[in-house]
Nanobody, 126 residues
Framework: QVQLVESGGGSVQAGGSLRLSCQFS????????MGWFRQAPGKEREGVAM????????FYADSVKGRFTISQDNAKFTLDLQMNSLKPEDTAMYYC???????????????????WGQGTQVTVSS
């Protein structure tokens, strides 16, 4: 079992920055990949960024490439998402997710991740 808790969401003006953090606990050695997803009202949940824990390889959605950075802090047991140059279209609920079965690939799919956090809201105003 893996537990995930997100933090760091909030409201910001366009062009601003936020840093999301996902604290993970439990059977950490079982985690093979981790990712950030987001879901805007009336839209499907989409993969924003993903990281393979084994080699650290990262992947990004085209809409956030160059603006967002996913990283893992093994000392603090966190998965972070640094979001810069935020746009109103980045407004969504952001979720952290973990895969323990080597099943995740890019583009990330919800069904590949067994463990989810409760989500943190990000609102970007124009």
């Amino acid at each position: 079992q893996v537990q995930l808790v997100e933090s760091g969401g909030g409201s910001v003006q366009a062009g601003g920055s936020l840093r999301l953090s996902c604290q993970f606990s439990g059977y950490l050695n079982s985690i093979t990949s981790m990712g950030w997803f987001r879901q805007a009202p009336g839209k499907e949940r989409e993969g924003v960024a993903m990281l393979y824990t084994g080699g650290g390889r990262t992947f990004y959605a085209d809409s956030v490439k160059g603006r967002f950075t996913i990283s893992q802090d093994n000392a603090k047991f966190t998965l972070d998402l640094q979001m810069n140059s935020l746009k109103p279209e980045d407004t969504a609920m952001y979720y952290c997710a973990a895969d323990t079965s080597f099943g995740a690939s890019w583009p990330a799919r919800e069904s590949d991740f067994a463990y989810w956090g409760q989500g943190t809201q990000v609102t970007v105003s124009s």
